[in-house]
């Protein structure tokens, strides 16, 4: 079976662009979670959605941030007007249920702004 | 969102050494997960601890939640070159908080 899946796995971008990060989900699994890593921070959650639904974006930038989990196809965690702050490794996890230890995580996505 | 911290930041040691690491907080968690991240990867789960004072033995590693629910530590023996990572505890509701991390290098 597939683990969780995340492309691309480094992405460059200039101030001002756009970046879109995708996830696919283990087989299965409806909740996805997107964490995003710091350097020398831990993981911060962001947003948690199901199938068509964003249940809770409290981790989230109010501005430039946004996320999807359409009915077909992967999560999209959209970042509008990068600018050098948003440089992290961001993660996304999926779970057959919303319980905390039922998360698996994909290999992240390094998103450098220059 | 509940605070974690942890302990040591960074732990150099010899292979074949002993090591702990600590997660502390101030708040009382429900369950407690550890993990462990190499570089350029996601992190993966070693062990969730739910009962105050359970102790959990994963081969050479050996995880502890205080009674109190409030903090928890992960005992590594005799380390090998292949612990060497992140280790993360995180907690809270589906919404994991993680801690910093302490990163564990076991020179050969």
């Known amino acids: 079976n597939a683990g969780v899946m995340q492309n691309p796995r480094h992405l460059v971008r200039r101030r001002g662009q756009e970046a879109r990060l995708r996830c696919s989900p283990v087989?299965?699994?409806?909740?996805v979670y997107w964490y995003r890593q710091l350097p020398e921070e831990g993981l911060k959650f962001m947003v948690y959605l199901q199938k068509e639904n964003i249940i809770d974006e409290s981790g989230m930038p109010k501005e430039r941030f946004s996320a999807e989990f359409p009915k077909e196809g992967p999560s999209i965690l959209r970042i509008q007007q990068v600018v050098r702050g948003d440089s992290a490794a961001y993660f996304c996890a999926s779970s057959p249920d919303p319980l905390p230890d039922t998360q698996y995580f994909g290999p992240g996505t390094r998103l450098t702004v220059l | 969102t509940q605070l974690l911290e942890q302990s040591p930041q960074f732990l150099s040691i010899q292979e074949g050494e002993n090591l702990t690491v600590y997660c502390n907080s101030s708040s009382v968690f429900s369950s407690l997960q550890w993990y462990r991240q190499e570089p350029g990867e996601g992190p993966v789960l070693l062990v969730t601890v739910v009962t105050g004072g359970e102790v959990k033995k994963l081969k050479r590693l050996t995880f502890q939640f205080g009674d109190a629910r409030k903090d928890s530590s992960l005992h590594i023996t005799a380390a090998q070159p292949g612990d060497t990572g992140l280790y993360l505890c995180?907690?809270?509701?589906?919404?994991?908080?993680f801690g910093a991390g302490t990163t564990v290098t076991v020179r050969a």
């Open positions: 995180a907690g809270d509701d589906y919404k994991l908080s």
């Open positions: 087989k299965g699994h409806s909740h």
